[in-house]
């Protein structure tokens, strides 16, 4: 009788042996075929029917798991995997970033599946362009690496609302991410769609494709407990249903420690090496290693140093880790409007390994790569005994792996914060910096230390490329005519999301109130007070047509409160608000029914009567921007707009002004950015193709000293406090510790340069390329100018 370690190998055994049933009774009725045949080149024929039909089966990879590992092809394997979004880069990209992630030593290429780009509408789909999830799958295949699939399809990643389809929302009866049958039959149809192409495409391992893990749901642990028994009933219907399609290969579930069986729970942070499954036949898996972390509007940039980053993997490996995806590998762009948060910038570089722009980042890099040979040289060993833990001291410990093959392999660890340490293990002596790991091949010489960085630092250069932004035209949005426009009205004050279905940033709330000519206001030459109360994220208050001023959220608080003096006149006055949305929640219990946008109260102070409420009056409202109605953004809009042509010098700045120029395409491959150091807040659009947000707010944070000892969190290594979000600066790195023995600097910018935002080279033209940008509070367009990024490796 066959033993099986999980429930997982019992599904594979009996899938494998249906299989081969079948295609045994197949070659048999050829066989009879061919024997009834007395044509000898029917026999041929059908012999090489039969070889083919065999030798495709032996491409087949079996995918399964014990305690210790994945297994593939019968063989336990250390994976090392990293992220990779293929909708947050190019398809022309692709291959690169593949391919350097293969050189870096991974095994493994990870993504998330984007529902909301795949399905904007009920039962319409979408995979062209950088949404091609199958032509990115078979290129990691073409590149000899592996797979997992995190189809989710709730998937957070700073996503716009943490990738469903606004539409969902709608859909009667729904309650995201429990009990719930309206979800559940959503989720069920979208996850079932994506397995059926991958299975079409034969891309599951056990089809002989890359595909050898698949991910159900996402960091659902926060949300079980909140739900109770129907968030405990909703896993194990997930768990359930993601089994019942028949992968073949094992599923897994990142911080969901319930995760019933055989789906594998695992881990994600910055440090796991704490973390055990919640079944001793599961292997140890952590699924996002943070590279860094994300950027929001108004907040600093991140950098985690390698050091720590090289030690935590070291630790996770050592307590019997056999699987580490680095989150993220290469982070990419929040083109267009994905960016989700709200607040987060559209760049998502996340100090990751690959930058945005799909240049190497050193010493990053190389560091990780060396790491990861050094645990290559040790596989067989780690995968095939247990560590034998040794205190060499009080702050440091030896994880012995011996196999019975005769393979050794050792990890030496200092924990120690402040001091550096002399051990000996094996009656030999070792030297290992404070908060560091040495590996050790043989479990003598030392192939890898996780703090000795010998990789020179990366100069990273942002330069002009003289390329000129010509033909300026400008069209100024007509406050003035909002009212008229406006095709909805209600008494009251109606939530954003349910109005704008998010088919734009921008919703207007339009209101007239009516001022006597006895005010006494008027005749003191005294101010009446406007207070607005916004649920999120931002406000422009127009009084008859002029900017009265702005007032925004941050991600940290999302509500706002504006309250400034403003001009009234006596009669009939126009209170226009613009509310602007910078993406929506990605995270937390029910956020579908988080609301954004104005929801008062709304206020005058100072009248005679005392305060009057304008919160129940008649409000009308207009979803989007004149310039979004006629498709300024693309080359292909109708030329009904009046645009003005002329010098950008001597024109006054006006805020909600859109401006478009041309530009040819600066010659080399070097990618590109946009310097949008002289702009304000708004959009871009190069050929017709969104850029995504730009914001030039300030950047809080703790730009204090960084070092790579210690555990590391999002309160430390910040870099660019002071300074406009999403900036790029030329930045002295902590990494060079090889040269200057430090391992504690202060972030700090030693020239700011620029504002940059990418711009993808294969959406550019040989000539002519329209640049168009909407810009909500005023700002200098003709010092807008395109740049370009190169990295050479020279010592600081």
């Given at each position: 009788?066959?033993?099986?370690?999980?429930?997982?190998?019992?599904?594979?055994?009996?899938?494998?042996?249906?299989?081969?049933?079948?295609?045994q009774?197949?070659?048999?009725?050829?066989?009879?075929?061919?024997?009834?045949?007395?044509?000898?080149?029917?026999?041929?024929?059908?012999?090489?029917?039969?070889?083919?039909?065999?030798?495709?089966?032996?491409?087949?990879?079996?995918?399964?798991?014990?305690?210790?590992?994945?297994?593939?092809?019968g063989?336990?394997?250390?994976?090392?995997?990293?992220?990779?979004?293929?909708?947050?880069?190019?398809?022309?990209?692709?291959?690169?970033?593949?391919?350097?992630?293969?050189?870096?030593?991974?095994?493994?290429i990870?993504?998330?599946?984007?529902?909301?780009?795949?399905?904007?509408?009920?039962?319409?789909?979408?995979?062209?362009?950088?949404?091609?999830?199958?032509?990115?799958?078979?290129?990691?295949?073409?590149?000899?690496?592996?797979?997992?699939?995190?189809?989710?399809?709730?998937?957070?990643?700073?996503?716009?609302?943490?990738?469903?389809?606004?539409?969902?929302?709608?859909?009667?009866?729904?309650?995201?991410?429990?009990?719930?049958?309206?979800?559940?039959?959503?989720?069920q149809?979208?996850?079932?769609?994506?397995?059926?192409?991958?299975?079409?495409?034969?891309?599951?391992?056990?089809?002989?494709?890359?595909?050898?893990l698949?991910?159900?749901?996402?960091?659902?642990?926060?949300?079980?407990?909140?739900?109770?028994?129907?968030g405990?009933?909703?896993?194990?219907?997930?768990?359930?249903?993601?089994?019942?399609?028949?992968?073949?290969?094992?599923?897994?579930?990142?911080?969901?420690?319930?995760?019933?069986?055989p789906?594998?729970?695992?881990?994600?942070?910055?440090?796991?090496?704490?973390?055990?499954?919640?079944?001793?036949?599961?292997?140890?898996?952590?699924?996002?290693?943070?590279?860094?972390?994300?950027?929001?509007?108004?907040?600093?940039?991140?950098?985690?140093?390698?050091?720590?980053?090289?030690?935590?993997?070291?630790?996770?490996?050592?307590?019997?880790?056999?699987?580490?995806?680095?989150?993220?590998?290469?982070?990419?762009?929040?083109f267009?409007?994905?960016?989700?948060?709200?607040?987060?910038?559209?760049?998502?570089?996340?100090?990751?390994?690959?930058?945005?722009?799909?240049?190497?980042?050193?010493?990053?890099?190389?560091?990780?790569?060396?790491?990861?040979?050094?645990?290559?040289?040790?596989?067989?060993?780690?995968?095939?005994?247990?560590?034998?833990?040794?205190?060499?001291?009080?702050?440091?410990?030896?994880?012995v792996?011996?196999?019975?093959?005769?393979?050794?392999?050792?990890?030496?660890?200092?924990?120690?914060?402040?001091?550096n340490?002399?051990v000996?293990?094996?009656?030999?002596?070792?030297?290992?910096?404070?908060?560091?790991?040495?590996?050790?091949?043989?479990?003598?010489?030392?192939?890898?230390n996780?703090?000795?960085?010998?990789?020179?630092?990366?100069?990273?250069?942002m330069?002009?490329?003289?390329?000129?932004?010509?033909?300026?035209?400008?069209?100024?949005?007509d406050?003035?005519?909002?009212?008229?426009?406006?095709?909805?009205?209600?008494?009251?004050?109606?939530?954003?999301?349910?109005?704008?279905?998010?088919?734009?940033?921008?919703?207007?709330?339009t209101?007239?109130?009516?001022?006597?000519?006895?005010?006494?206001?008027?005749?003191?030459?005294?101010?009446?007070?406007?207070?607005?109360?916004?649920?999120?994220?931002?406000?422009?208050?127009?009084?008859?047509?002029?900017?009265?001023?702005?007032?925004?959220?941050?991600?940290?608080?999302?509500?706002?409160?504006?309250?400034?003096n403003?001009?009234?006149r006596?009669?009939?006055?126009?209170?226009?608000?613009?509310?602007?949305?910078?993406?929506?929640?990605?995270?937390?219990?029910?956020?579908?029914?988080?609301?954004?946008?104005?929801?008062?109260?709304?206020?005058?102070?100072?009248?005679?009567?005392?305060?009057?409420?304008?919160?129940?009056?008649?409000?009308?409202?207009?979803?989007?921007?004149?310039?979004?109605?006629?498709?300024?953004?693309?080359?292909?809009?109708?030329?009904?707009?009046?645009?003005?042509?002329?010098s950008?010098?001597?024109?006054?700045?006006?805020?909600?002004?859109?401006?478009?120029?041309?530009?040819?395409?600066?010659?080399?491959?070097?990618?590109?950015?946009?310097?949008?150091?002289?702009?304000?807040?708004?959009?871009?659009?190069?050929?017709?193709?969104?850029?995504?947000?730009?914001?030039?707010?300030?950047?809080?944070?703790?730009?204090?000293?960084?070092?790579?000892?210690?555990?590391?969190?999002?309160?430390?290594?910040?870099?660019?406090?002071?300074?406009?979000?999403?900036?790029?600066?030329?930045?002295?790195?902590?990494?060079?510790?090889?040269?200057?023995?430090?391992?504690?600097?202060?972030?700090?910018?030693?020239?700011?340069?620029?504002?940059?935002y990418?711009?993808?080279?294969?959406?550019?033209?040989?000539?002519?390329?329209?640049?168009?940008?909407?810009?909500?509070?005023?700002?200098?367009?003709?010092?807008?100018?395109?740049?370009?990024?190169?990295?050479?490796?020279?010592k600081?």
């Amino acid at each position: 009788m066959v033993k099986f370690h999980s429930t997982t190998e019992k599904l594979e055994h009996d899938l494998l042996m249906n299989e081969n049933d079948e295609k045994q009774n197949w070659l048999a009725k050829m066989e009879a075929n061919s024997a009834s045949s007395s044509s000898s080149s029917s026999h041929w024929f059908f012999l090489c029917i039969a070889m083919v039909f065999l030798s495709h089966n032996l491409t087949h990879c079996n995918v399964t798991y014990d305690r210790k590992a994945l297994v593939i092809d019968g063989q336990r394997r250390i994976l090392l995997s990293g992220s990779i979004h293929y909708p947050r880069s190019t398809p022309e990209m692709w291959e690169s970033l593949v391919l350097k992630a293969k050189d870096g030593g991974l095994d493994v290429i990870d993504t998330y599946v984007f529902w909301n780009l795949h399905e904007p509408s009920p039962g319409n789909y979408n995979f062209e362009g950088r949404f091609d999830l199958v032509q990115f799958i078979k290129l990691v295949k073409k590149a000899g690496l592996y797979v997992h699939l995190r189809i989710g399809p709730y998937i957070c990643g700073e996503w716009n609302f943490g990738g469903f389809p606004v539409w969902l929302k709608y859909v009667p009866g729904i309650s995201f991410r429990t009990d719930n049958e309206p979800f559940k039959q959503a989720m069920q149809n979208f996850t079932q769609k994506i397995v059926q192409m991958m299975k079409d495409e034969s891309l599951f391992q056990s089809q002989g494709g890359p595909i050898i893990l698949s991910q159900i749901e996402n960091e659902y642990e926060p949300e079980s407990k909140s739900f109770g028994p129907a968030g405990q009933a909703y896993v194990e219907w997930a768990a359930k249903m993601a089994v019942g399609l028949n992968t073949g290969v094992p599923w897994v579930m990142c911080k969901e420690y319930d995760a019933p069986d055989p789906v594998i729970n695992t881990c994600n942070g910055y440090y796991c090496d704490y973390f055990s499954p919640n079944k001793p036949y599961k292997p140890t898996l952590w699924t996002e290693a943070w590279t860094g972390w994300f950027s929001d509007f108004g907040g600093p940039n991140y950098q985690r140093p390698v050091e720590d980053l090289a030690f935590a993997v070291a630790r996770f490996i050592q307590k019997g880790g056999s699987f580490v995806n680095y989150y993220m590998y290469h982070g990419g762009t929040n083109f267009g409007r994905t960016a989700g948060g709200p607040f987060i910038t559209t760049s998502y570089d996340y100090d990751a390994p690959i930058d945005e722009y799909g240049l190497i980042r050193q010493p990053k890099y190389d560091h990780l790569k060396e790491l990861h040979k050094a645990i290559k040289l040790c596989e067989n060993a780690l995968v095939t005994s247990d560590p034998n833990v040794i205190a060499l001291g009080s702050y440091e410990q030896a994880h012995v792996f011996s196999s019975e093959s005769g393979d050794c392999a050792a990890f030496l660890s200092n924990y120690n914060l402040r001091s550096n340490a002399r051990v000996t293990f094996n009656n030999m002596h070792y030297d290992l910096p404070r908060w560091s790991i040495s590996i050790l091949l043989d479990c003598q010489n030392v192939v890898f230390n996780t703090a000795t960085v010998g990789i020179e630092a990366s100069r990273v250069q942002m330069a002009s490329t003289n390329v000129k932004l010509e033909s300026w035209e400008t069209f100024n949005e007509d406050v003035g005519s909002v009212e008229d426009e406006s095709p909805m009205t209600s008494n009251g004050l109606l939530e954003q999301l349910n109005i704008t279905r998010d088919t734009s940033d921008y919703l207007w709330y339009t209101t007239s109130v009516q001022i006597s000519s006895s005010e006494s206001f008027l005749r003191k030459d005294a101010s009446v007070a406007l207070t607005v109360q916004s649920a999120g994220h931002g406000i422009h208050v127009f009084i008859n047509g002029q900017l009265s001023g702005s007032a925004f959220g941050t991600r940290q608080r999302k509500r706002l409160s504006f309250t400034e003096n403003i001009n009234l006149r006596p009669g009939e006055n126009t209170i226009s608000i613009l509310s602007i949305a910078v993406g929506l929640p990605n995270i937390g219990t029910h956020f579908e029914t988080w609301n954004i946008g104005v929801l008062g109260p709304v206020v005058l102070h100072g009248l005679d009567e005392g305060n009057r409420d304008l919160t129940w009056q008649k409000w009308s409202y207009k979803v989007g921007l004149k310039g979004e109605a006629n498709n300024l953004s693309s080359p292909n809009s109708i030329r009904s707009t009046d645009w003005i042509r002329g010098s950008l010098a001597a024109r006054e700045q006006h805020p909600l002004t859109w401006y478009k120029a041309f530009f040819d395409a600066p010659e080399g491959d070097d990618p590109l950015a946009l310097d949008m150091s002289s702009m304000g807040k708004g959009q871009i659009w190069i050929n017709g193709e969104s850029i995504g947000r730009y914001w030039t707010t300030t950047a809080n944070g703790n730009c204090s000293e960084c070092s790579y000892v210690g555990a590391f969190r999002q309160t430390k290594c910040h870099f660019g406090c002071g300074s406009p979000t999403q900036q790029w600066c030329l930045q002295a790195p902590s990494y060079i510790n090889m040269f200057l023995d430090v391992s504690t600097y202060v972030p700090k910018c030693v020239t700011v340069l620029f504002f940059r935002y990418h711009v993808p080279r294969s959406w550019l033209k040989s000539t002519r390329n329209l640049l168009v940008v909407f810009e909500e509070t005023g700002g200098d367009a003709s010092k807008i100018s395109v740049v370009k990024r190169s990295v050479t490796d020279n010592k600081f």
